[in-house]
């Protein structure tokens, strides 16, 4: 089973990974910084246009992000 903690795990990995600034991220993908914070904190999940645009900006592959590769 997916579980969100491992999303926002490998979501907070590659963000670091891409050198980004949370603020520089959330111009990119049209959110506010304090979006980035909740998804990187846990307490909010991107929707799935927005995860879709974090994944283009960070060149991500979806798949591995979502740990779909672990199942």
């Given at each position: ?44 999940l991107p ?21 779909i590769a672990?199942?």
């Amino acid at each position: 089973m997916i579980m969100t903690e491992q999303i926002r795990v490998k979501l907070q990995e590659a963000i670091k990974q891409s050198d980004m600034t949370q603020n520089e991220l959330a111009e990119r993908i049209g959110v506010i910084q304090q979006s980035v914070a909740q998804y990187l904190s846990g307490r909010a999940l991107p929707s799935l246009s927005t995860f879709a645009n974090i994944c283009a900006v960070l060149d991500l592959d979806a798949n591995e992000i979502l740990c779909i590769a672990d199942y």
